[in-house]
């Protein structure tokens, strides 16, 4: 793919504004995988020149769930706050001022640059002058074409100023690695800031300068930075950079085609992962949203996709982020861990009192069915909370056979009463308790399935849980069976 005689260098370079974006992981797993794919080097770049919004806490989100989910980077800050690794820093953009000013300077010296005093009335005036026209709205030039002394005097006056580019009125294209010729013309452009007037550089000239400095080969980013691309190539060009090729990768849409945006959609990857959705599950799914080997396989190791992953494939169409796909790989990475392996990740959402030995018996009674580790305690938590929890968590309707009223849920729980009373703690097992509750119902002339219902509910207190008898064995005999006894006291309450 590289077709730049330089080696190859990518970068990602997210803005400490808010927490890591789905779309910004996306990016940077295609640029990871990318580097790793070519053998070239990953640069992690922290654009905060926006001072404002940027803080440490952000940088952290973005950095630590970049490494949850196994990306890494060979330089840039490693963490939030911390050093630069690397030969080519400061990597924090609010740290190469200097240098951004020297580029200005060189720009302002070649005319390919000028200070700029229209007032913001002065540039709306002419901004509803075009629209009269139908004209698209873009700098008038006013202050390009003023007098040395009309100059003189502004500054004189100390008006403020921004930096403007002269844009070239020239058709600019390139060859995008995603979605091949491109062509923009210059000349809609408008001559654009690139510094503002309390001197702080803006996104389009810093990056480029960055770019350079940091000899970047190849800019891989989202679609939606496909307009800014020849306000970049403009400026490489009057800078005399080297031009990276530059590749853009598709939206991720809303099922309904919508933009994928943060008010309208969960977009924080914090979000996701304190739901529970597994890192390597996270990963295969981002690196589907835009990209497919050709094939039918669908379950990719981030070691494998390394291997098979190629920017040439990625689609030009945009990307449908498919909440059910990733619950569905979640399931499967889930599945596959061992149940050691599964306790372990279930740690964060079980409390401390639940010993590591408990937690690993209750893993099996979820295995099948757990879609997010965060689905856990609502599943299993009917076994360490205290039983006046769980009686909260159901009302006594829910009690009910789907065949039935109170008088079959009263029958069933005291037919458990007596049985399970029966059995001492040695027969207190998943296999003996279903033979005789199913005995049991036989004697009543009920279902099974309306026999266990109230059984359920009273001692998990909900409707779906884990398989019934593993769940009995798993509370023991006492608890069981002070849940059945509070189970019939509830009903009687409300025919009292
Ligand atoms: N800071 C920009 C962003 O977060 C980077 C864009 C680029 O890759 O050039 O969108």
Request: proline residues 5%.
């Amino acid at each position: 793919m590289t077709t730049t005689d330089r080696p190859m260098r990518v970068r990602m370079a997210p803005s400490p504004t808010g927490p890591l974006h789905i779309g910004t992981a996306r990016t940077s797993l295609y640029n990871y995988l990318t580097a790793r794919h070519e053998g070239g080097t990953y640069v992690l770049r922290i654009e905060d020149t926006d001072t404002a919004r940027s803080t440490v806490d952000f940088e952290r989100d973005i950095i630590d769930n970049l490494h949850w989910l196994g990306i890494s980077w060979d330089e840039g800050p490693q963490v939030a706050g911390g050093d630069d690794v690397g030969a080519h820093g400061p990597y924090r953009q609010s740290q190469r001022l200097e240098r951004y000013r020297e580029e200005s300077a060189r720009l302002l010296e070649s005319g390919a640059a000028y200070h700029c005093w229209c007032t913001p009335e002065e540039l709306e005036a002419v901004r509803k002058e075009q629209e009269a026209r139908k004209e698209a709205p873009r700098y008038n030039r006013r202050c390009l074409n003023l007098s040395d002394e009309e100059r003189a005097a502004f500054a004189a006056e100390g008006r403020p100023s921004v930096i403007r580019f002269r844009v070239e009125a020239e058709p600019i294209r390139f060859d995008d690695l995603v979605r091949g010729e491109v062509e923009f013309d210059n000349a809609l452009l408008g001559d654009f800031v690139i510094v503002r007037n309390d001197g702080m550089p803006l996104y389009h000239f810093v990056v480029v300068v960055d770019d350079e400095a940091m000899e970047i080969t190849h800019v891989i980013r989202g679609e939606d930075h496909l307009s800014n691309t020849p306000k970049h190539i403009a400026l490489i060009r009057a800078l005399g950079y080297h031009e990276p090729r530059f590749g853009h990768i598709p939206l991720i849409l809303n099922a309904d085609r919508s933009k994928m945006s943060k008010r309208k959609s969960q977009t924080s990857m914090t979000a996701y992962r304190e739901e529970g959705y597994l890192p390597e599950a996270m990963v295969n799914f981002l690196a589907f949203l835009g990209w497919s080997p050709g094939t039918e396989e669908e379950v990719f190791t981030l070691d494998e996709l390394e291997d098979r992953f190629e920017l040439s494939k990625v689609h030009k169409g945009g990307a449908i982020f498919d909440r059910d796909r990733l619950d569905h790989l979640n399931g499967v990475y889930i599945r596959a861990l061992s149940d050691e392996q599964l306790a372990l990740r279930l740690r964060g959402w079980v409390p401390d009192a639940v010993r590591d030995d408990d937690l690993l018996h209750l893993v099996p009674l979820i295995k099948e069915r757990l879609v997010k580790l965060g689905d856990a305690p609502s599943l299993i938590g009917f076994v360490w909370e205290p039983d006046e929890v769980v009686a909260s968590w159901y009302s006594p309707e829910l009690l009910h056979p789907k065949k039935g009223g109170p008088p079959e849920a009263r029958a069933a729980l005291e037919g458990a009463l007596r049985v399970l009373g029966e059995l001492d703690d040695a027969d207190f097992s998943a296999d003996v308790l279903e033979q005789r509750c199913r005995e049991a119902a036989d004697d009543l002339a009920m279902k099974a399935g309306d026999f266990f219902t109230p059984i359920r509910v009273a001692i998990t207190g909900r409707t779906v849980s884990p398989p019934l008898f593993a769940s009995l064995e798993m509370l023991g005999r006492d608890r069981s069976l002070a849940r059945v006894a509070d189970a019939i006291e509830k009903l009687a309450e409300v025919a009292a």
